[in-house]
């Protein structure tokens, strides 16, 4: 299945492109997404999710077309 995959800020660190379209297995988790595009997660410590505009987590199970979205926490004040 085809899903987007979009990153801002720190998470997309050493990535060439910000905007990929991934062909994962039916029933992938955001982890997975993101393993098969990166091969790590530890960059994910301090990000958040959003799958369709909607808050996720790595355990959410992806559908054909969604859009992931990856976002640097902010922190400091």
């Known amino acids: 299945m085809f899903v987007r995959l979009k990153c801002y ?3 997309a660190a050493g990535i060439d492109r ?7 297995p039916a ?3 955001v982890e ?7 091969g790590k997660t ?3 410590e301090h990000a958040s999710f ?3 505009n909607t808050r996720a987590a ?3 199970v992806l ?7 990856v976002l640097q926490l902010l922190s400091g004040g």
């Open 9 to 11: 800020g720190s998470p």
């Open 18 to 24: 910000k905007d990929l379209m991934m062909d994962i």
């Open 27 to 29: 029933g992938s988790t």
């Open 32 to 38: 997975a997404l993101l393993l098969a595009a990166w």
């Open 42 to 44: 530890e960059l994910l």
């Open 50 to 52: 959003l799958v369709n």
């Open 58 to 60: 790595l355990r959410t």
């Open 63 to 69: 559908n054909e077309n969604d859009e992931v979205t």
